[in-house]
């Protein structure tokens, strides 16, 4: 009996997406741990900075957490005080997340490491590449996006 596996035509995308997201994380990932920051933590200041305070749920989409996840995360970075956390006065089911002073602190303390972090990164793999990974990265998702091309 002829395996299924050697059935299929193509290559297993989602594993190739994971191994070069491991690739490219593994650059990161002593940077972040000498913050002793965790890669999620990072991710949702990150979010807080880029986009403001939002809700959790908004986290959650942005930064590709679970919300059962992002509880825990957030409820940590409040104990580091990364975070903060206040109710919606007209709705106390409601939370809006923002960045505190000592998250800012942290992203720019990190941030010339980061940067120098991309520089090898595009030095290694070539600015051409990587201008036309980003732009591949971002019509892919725009087309997984695209409730037409999406069946749910």
């Given amino acids: ?14 594993l190739l997406l994971l191994q070069a997201r491991e690739e490219v994380f593994s650059r990161f990932r ?16 990150r979010a807080l900075l ?20 992002l509880a825990g995360i957030l409820a940590r970075m409040d104990e580091l005080g990364l975070v903060l956390r206040e109710r919606f006065p007209n709705d106390q089911r409601r939370v809006l997340v923002s960045g505190s002073a000592k998250g800012a602190a942290l992203a720019n303390q990190l941030a010339p490491r980061i940067e120098a972090t991309y520089k090898e990164l595009e030095s290694l793999i070539g600015q051409t590449f990587a201008r036309d990974l980003y732009r591949t990265l971002d019509q892919l998702l725009e087309k997984l996006a695209d409730p037409a091309t999406n069946p749910q």
């Fill in 50 to 69: 880029e986009h403001g305070p939002m809700e959790p749920r908004e986290i959650c989409d942005i930064c590709c957490l679970s919300s059962p996840s």
């Fill in 1 to 14: 009996m002829q395996s299924p596996i050697k059935k299929l035509k193509h290559r297993n995308l989602p």
């Fill in 30 to 45: 002593p940077l972040l741990n000498d913050a002793g920051v965790t890669e999620q933590q990072w991710r949702v200041v």
